[in-house]
């Protein structure tokens, strides 16, 4: 059983404008609706308001005071009825003027009143099982999140395809991926966690996108490396290739080098502000190890230029 002043953190001959002010500061911190992912707050958040309840119950305060009653409100008698509700008080902890348990969560009755505070810290709303503006009721838990880990195919995830997800409850459901996805995105799905006294806690879906056989990931852009024939490098034309959309024509320029970079403009992933990346598709001349005609060719042909004199050597 906690000492509400120090729970409060707050001297002993503190006013009631020095205790509204010091539970209103933690009150803001330790709400559950901010620390849905934090049960030790919830329960802080518990110990608090009941700090709060009785300080600002004159009679209690001062019955705590003089050592009658415990910081939970309980007689501090070893003879008392210790922390239950005491017989024929209606189920009412620490007598008249008291609150009355429901859940674990002890409801104020003192001269404090609490509305006044949550309608200015959370503007009288009830959210997700909070408080209720004129009531100062405290709120009941939520379920735990659940999480998942959900592995998406790298096309799947440029392209925004939807994932089918299957729950712990057997439900299926239709994800829409967030433009910007990427291996470490967290989505959230309000209401399809654990169940509570106060509601369904949330799923949190952890993104995981897959690699790709021959598409590689930069930034935005989807980078791709495209063989093509020593023919083709030398006279140029057009030649299908692969994009995470569908396959689609492009123009090699004559007496392309392995090495040269071209530009698909749109090609990559989505982002963010609505916008796409592109591909970036790399050459690379594919010679065969073993054809007669073409080594022939070279055997014939003479060239007297120096590729690495760039290079110094």
Do not use: C
């Not at 010091?22 to 802080?44: I, M, Q, V």
């Not at 959900?150 to 299957?166: G, I, M, W, Y």
């Not at 654990?194 to 879906?205: H, K, L, M, R, S």
């Not at 930069?218 to 791709?224: S, T």
Request: hydrophobic share 30%; aromatic share 6%; no cysteine.
């Amino acid at each position: 059983m906690a000492d509400p002043y120090q729970t409060l953190g707050v001297a002993r001959g503190a006013s009631e404008a020095d205790i509204k002010k010091a539970y209103r500061k933690l009150a803001k911190e330790l709400h559950p609706d901010r620390n849905k992912d934090n049960p030790k707050a919830s329960e802080r958040f518990s110990q608090v308001t009941n700090a709060y309840d009785l300080l600002t119950d004159k009679d209690k305060r001062a019955r705590f005071d003089r050592g009658e009653i415990d910081g939970d409100g309980n007689p501090a008698s070893p003879f008392g009825y210790g922390g239950g509700a005491r017989p024929g008080s209606g189920g009412r902890a620490g007598g008249p003027g008291g609150g009355f348990s429901s859940a674990g969560y002890e409801f104020g009755g003192g001269d404090g009143d609490m509305s006044d505070i949550f309608e200015g810290l959370f503007g009288g709303q009830t959210r997700g099982g909070g408080f209720a503006s004129g009531f100062g009721r405290r709120a009941q838990p939520k379920g735990g999140n659940v999480t998942y880990r959900l592995q998406v195919p790298f096309v799947d995830a440029a392209t925004l395809s939807p994932q089918r997800v299957t729950l712990g409850d057997g439900k299926t459901i239709d994800l829409k991926l967030p433009a910007g996805v990427e291996t470490g995105t967290q989505m959230k799905l309000t209401g399809k966690g654990e169940q509570g006294p106060g509601g369904a806690g949330d799923a949190i879906v952890s993104i995981e996108v897959q690699g790709h056989r021959f598409f590689t990931r930069d930034g935005d852009d989807v980078r791709l490396d495209l063989p093509i024939t020593l023919g083709e490098a030398v006279a140029g034309g057009a030649v299908r290739v692969p994009t995470v959309d569908k396959a689609v024509m492009l123009t090699i320029p004559k007496g392309t080098t392995s090495g040269k970079t071209l530009r698909l403009k749109g090609k990559g992933f989505h982002k963010k502000d609505g916008s796409r990346g592109d591909q970036l598709v790399t050459l690379v001349i594919d010679v065969p190890a073993d054809d007669a005609a073409l080594q022939r060719f070279v055997a014939e042909w003479s060239d007297t230029r120096n590729p690495r004199a760039a290079m110094g050597v």
